[in-house]
Nanobody, 117 residues
């Protein structure tokens, strides 16, 4: 079955950087759009960034210019480079994939990112 394993989260001061990784198995990784979501306590899950099978990217306005999504199809891994972190970026970050006609689904456990002020 599809499996996502996120890593790279942690505690960082405002202005710092983190690089998240999501190792994927159970799908033909190179064929799918991949995305990073985040969920903060009491808030709805938010799509932060996505990358298509062809490498096209999209970002939420709140992270444009600070976050970069990338993928390595040889490693079945999607990354999220996060720079200039702010306390409001604090959340659990999860990766997923987009299925035509079904939408986003099959979430991983997530990795906690905490940004202190």
């Amino acid at each position: 079955q599809v499996q996502f394993v996120e890593s790279g989260g942690g505690l960082v001061q405002a202005g710092g950087s983190l690089r998240l990784s999501c190792a994927v198995s159970g799908i033909i990784f190179r064929s799918y759009t991949m995305g990073w979501y985040r969920q903060a306590p009491g808030k709805q899950r938010e799509l932060v960034a996505s990358i298509s099978s062809g490498g096209g990217t999209n970002y939420a306005d709140s992270v444009k210019g600070r976050f970069t999504i990338s993928r390595d199809n040889s490693k079945n891994t999607v990354y999220l480079q996060m720079n200039s972190l702010k306390p409001e970026d604090t959340a659990v970050y999860l990766c997923s994939y987009y299925r035509a006609g079904l939408g986003w689904g099959n979430w991983g456990q997530g990795t906690q990112v905490t940004v202190s002020s």
